[in-house]
Nanobody, 126 residues
């Protein structure tokens, strides 16, 4: 059974940093798309960043470009989201998702994923 476990969320002040982790069990991040999404109550889930583990191609939401960085550690079978210069509008529940596909097209464009994590909360205060 595949499991995705997110960690690293918390509460920080604006301008601070957090690093989220998405560790997979029962699945290997190999030539697959792994993405981070966020959602506020009553709002649609939105893509934040994604990485195609087969070639390292990355995708970012415009509002986080230059502040967030997605990366992978193949040895640890973990994908990270380094979040710097956090803003109050980054406050949300963050989810990790995996699409077992040869590109990030479906995941990034349509939020279609084979697996979702349970989420980790990020709160940024002003």
């Amino acid at each position: 059974e595949v499991g995705l476990v997110e960690s690293g969320g918390g509460s920080v002040q604006a301008g601070g940093s957090l690093r989220l982790s998405c560790a997979a069990s029962g699945y290997t991040y190999r030539r697959t798309c792994v993405g981070w999404f966020r959602q506020l109550p009553a709002k649609e889930r939105e893509g934040v960043a994604a990485i195609y583990t087969g070639g390292g191609f990355t995708y970012y939401r415009n509002s986080v470009k230059g502040r967030f960085a997605i990366s992978q550690d193949s040895a640890k079978n973990t994908v990270y989201l380094q979040m710097n210069s956090l803003k109050p509008e980054d406050t949300a529940m963050y989810y990790c998702a995996v699409d077992d596909a040869p590109s990030c097209g479906n995941l990034w464009a349509d939020n279609e994923a084979d697996y979702w994590g349970q989420g980790t909360r990020v709160t940024v205060s002003s």
